[in-house]
């Protein structure tokens, strides 16, 4: 069978740059498209490599269907999908943190919490955490980072963040140590959520509560609640 026949997405003018790097003893690897005799047709991976022999050049191929690894990749892209929309309503974010290097890459969702238009300040951890974390909470962070790196586990912290345009936010943040087959810890992956507005409520009720105490010790009076179904 001709090779327009098996193949439907070539051309000839392809046809003829291949016999040309092939000719010129280069060796050819792609993916493309293969019929069936049904008129079907499957995903495959294409090796060709050319040989001589007495002067005369042939070529020997190598043809992988690859039906298989194209559909773990579209359920893999679809689970990535559903996995950033989750995120995205959930207000959390997902990030992971290369130790020896400390470079960084975050979530789409993590990056709309940050206020960036794409990962590229976080690519820089230590350089992340000097410009966007608040001052007197990178002591703490400091001081829990090697007990992580150094026992695993997991942790949760908590740091004021200063976004470049919405002012000072409270992150929530739960990592773990991921440790490569030698048992050493390798990476940092975690999940970051803003809690400004909880944690302003939270201290909106305190607030309130300390001044309603207050007003009681000076109107001498107090409060009391009953369960009337006890």
Do not use: Y
């Not at 000719?23 to 499957?42: I, K, P, Y």
């Not at 359920?75 to 997902?94: D, V």
């Not at 963040?161 to 992956?189: M, W, Y």
């Amino acid at each position: 069978r001709a090779v327009l026949d098996i193949d439907p997405l070539v051309t000839e003018a392809q046809i003829r740059d291949m016999i040309e790097i092939l000719d010129g003893g280069g060796a050819l690897a792609f993916e493309s498209v293969h019929r069936h005799r049904d008129g079907t047709t499957f995903p495959v991976e294409v090796r060709i490599r050319p040989f001589w022999v007495e002067g005369q050049r042939f070529a020997t191929s190598l043809v992988r269907n690859i039906s298989e690894r194209r559909k773990a990749e579209d359920r893999q892209r679809e689970n990535e999908i559903r996995l950033a929309e989750a995120q995205e309503i959930g207000g959390i974010g997902s990030f992971e943190i290369d130790v020896e290097s400390w470079a960084g890459t975050c979530s789409t969702a993590l990056q709309k919490i940050f206020g960036f238009e794409d990962e590229t300040p976080f690519r820089d951890f230590r350089a992340f955490l000097q410009r966007h974390v608040h001052p007197d909470d990178l002591p703490s962070l400091d001081h829990t980072r090697p007990a992580l790196m150094r026992e695993g586990g997991s942790d949760e912290i908590e740091f004021r963040f200063r976004h470049p345009t919405s002012g000072e936010k409270v992150l929530n943040v739960r990592r773990r140590a991921v440790r490569d087959r030698a048992g050493k810890v390798c990476k940092i992956q975690g999940t970051a959520r803003d809690v400004t507005e909880r944690r302003s409520a939270e201290q909106a009720l305190l607030a309130s509560e300390k001044a309603l105490r207050a007003a009681q010790v000076m109107a001498q009076v107090g409060n009391w609640v009953c369960d009337v179904q006890q």
